[in-house]
Every structure is written in structure tokens, then in C-alpha cells.
């Protein structure tokens, strides 16, 4: 197992930022690749960003290219996102995963590791 606490979400303005934070306990967190996922209720989760173990490689879902930088600390074992220039849209509960395998990524049964989330809310 590897636990995964997200933390940093919460309730912006449009035009506002957030940073998550995906904090890994446990096992060596630079072994595994990392990804940020949202949902909102009654939808499917989506992926929104994903980054190597080694930081050396990052995708973004199209809806938030310009806007969310994903990074890793891996001496402290987290991963951030940064979200910039948020819209209401944005407004979901934010998940990180974790997996050791290069599956793709992309999608959540890429992953085997997740955290309970963090619900952001970005008001018009």
C-alpha cells in the first residue's frame, strides 16, 4: 500500500489559484509515477495531469494547459499541482494516484494507488 493525502483545496474566485498537494508515506515515492484526477458527482473521474518519477516527463489534459503545472518533491515525498487561472468549471474533488507501471497514465485504471481527495470550488 501507499497511502496518499491530498491537501490545499478549497473555495477561490474565478481567475484564482490553488496549489494541491499529494503527500506519499511509506514506500519510495520517486519509484512511482504520479497522477492528478478530478470528479465531479455523477460524472466520469478525469484525468488532468500526470508526471514521471523522475520529473522528466509531464502531460496535461487539454482543459488545463496554461493553466496547472504539475511537480514532484520526491525528498518529501509529494506532488503538487498548481492551478492558475481558474474557472468555475474547475469544480470538482481532485485525486492523486500513484502506480510504479507506465500504463499509459492517462486513465484511473492506470493506477493502483489512491488518495480520498480534496474538493476544490471555484466560484463565478
Do not use: H
Amino acid at each position: 500500500q501507499v497511502p496518499l493525502v491530498e491537501s490545499g483545496g478549497g473555495l477561490v474566485q474565478a481567475g484564482g489559484s490553488l496549489r494541491l498537494s499529494c503527500a506519499a508515506s511509506g514506500r519510495a515515492f520517486n519509484s512511482f509515477f504520479t497522477g492528478w484526477f478530478r470528479q465531479v458527482s455523477g460524472k466520469e473521474r478525469e484525468g488532468v495531469s500526470w508526471i514521471s518519477s523522475s520529473s522528466d516527463s509531464t502531460k496535461y489534459a487539454d482543459f488545463v494547459k496554461g493553466r496547472f503545472t504539475i511537480s514532484r518533491d520526491n525528498a518529501r515525498n509529494t506532488v503538487y499541482l498548481q492551478m492558475n487561472s481558474l474557472k468555475p468549471e474547475d469544480t470538482a474533488v481532485y485525486y492523486c494516484a500513484a502506480t510504479l507501471l507506465d500504463n499509459g497514465l492517462k486513465y484511473p485504471q492506470d493506477y493502483d494507488y489512491w488518495g480520498q481527495g480534496t474538493q476544490v470550488t471555484v466560484s463565478s
